[in-house]
């Protein structure tokens, strides 16, 4: 729901108009095609795109098939010509009319090969969550009960700093099965068969759920975050503010 993916398709497809098209392709599903099928997927999905112009094509982690290439690195001639015949396709868009806007994702942009590099003319840094945009994921994702039972949305702003989107998503999945835990807990100590009828309820979320939840959940992206800063000076388009 808060995926940056979703929310720069909607923006792009927005802009181009209703009547565009969104064609969201994830590359790690292309490379676990039989050699040879795997440049013609690629090849119709650009052919999709243009028949349906204008449109937009989303390529999810781009970076499974497009990093560096070299001899050195012991990559398979089937993943060369997967990686040519996307380059390919890229070039071919400058040189037709049919409107089509091509948008990539990767957590990983130091691995992309410089020729991709080069044919994705702008390069931004989505960074990650601030406390507002933190605390809108929360009360979207772990609702209060009620106006009198309000969860510590203030607390947990506080300790995800450095979370990214996909982090928070897990804190709340990880808070929301506490309770389920608990009752399942019950229900095995009880040792006896519990009618359906007869099944208790899930109790609410506790503040102890949510501290449980913040221990088992990392930050993910943190140890990476100098080399994003540092890719960002070297190759990411600045906005106009």
Request: glycine share 4%; hydrophobic share 40%.
């Amino acid at each position: 729901m808060f995926s940056k993916h979703c929310i720069c398709t909607q923006a792009i497809t927005f802009v181009l108009g209703k009547h565009s098209m969104l064609v969201s392709y994830s590359m790690a599903f292309c490379v676990v095609y039989i050699t040879g099928d795997s440049e013609k997927l690629v090849k119709v999905l650009f052919e999709l795109a243009r028949h349906h112009a204008p449109s937009t094509i989303f390529l999810d982690e781009i970076d499974a098939i497009i990093t560096q290439r070299g001899e050195g690195r012991g990559e398979h001639e089937a993943s060369r010509r997967l990686k040519t015949e996307l380059l390919i396709q890229m070039d071919g868009l400058t040189r037709t009319d049919d409107l089509v806007f091509v948008l990539a994702a990767t957590n990983l942009p130091w691995e992309l090969d410089a020729a991709m590099l080069r044919r994705l003319e702008k390069r931004i840094l989505v960074p990650l969550p601030e406390p507002e945009a933190r605390r809108a994921m929360f009360e979207e994702l772990l609702p209060s009960p009620s106006d009198k039972e309000k969860l510590p949305y203030d607390f947990l702003v506080e300790k995800t700093e450095g979370y990214s989107g996909s982090d928070i998503r897990l804190v709340c999945k990880e808070t929301a099965m506490q309770p389920l835990r608990r009752l399942m807990s019950v229900l095995e100590e009880s040792h006896e068969v519990v009618p359906e009828d007869d099944l208790p309820k899930v109790g609410p979320i506790k503040p102890e759920d949510i501290e449980v939840a913040l221990k088992n959940t990392r930050p993910s992206a943190h140890l990476h975050a100098h080399r994003y800063d540092k890719f960002n000076t070297d190759y990411g388009s600045q906005l106009l503010q």
